[in-house]
């Protein structure tokens, strides 16, 4: 509860102008295709521990640097590995 004579801030002032940004919303999306498609592929068999581990030690960071950089390339990046990890193991 605010108190008496205080405002509530509006949602823009309060949000980051980081997570205001398209582009980072894009990059943050496609990390979560990312992980999706690495759970999918541990959770069928088709990767073993190590090819999980090399792909999110791929796309977590790129996702983070595309975050920071305000870019959906990295994430994109980091989407493409995943995706040639998976075509590698079938």
Wanted: glycine letters at 8%; charged letters at 10%; hydrophobic letters at 60%.
């Amino acid at each position: 509860m605010p108190r008496s004579g205080m405002k509530t801030p509006d949602w823009e002032v309060v949000m980051s102008p980081l997570f205001q940004s398209r582009r980072v919303w894009l990059g943050l999306m496609l990390g979560a295709l990312g992980a999706v498609r690495i759970w999918a592929m541990a959770a069928t068999g088709v990767a073993a521990f190590p090819h999980v581990m090399a792909a999110l030690t791929v796309l977590v960071p790129a996702v983070l640097f595309g975050v920071v950089m305000r870019s959906a390339w990295p994430g994109a990046a980091g989407l493409l590995v995943v995706l040639i990890i998976e075509l590698s193991l079938t």
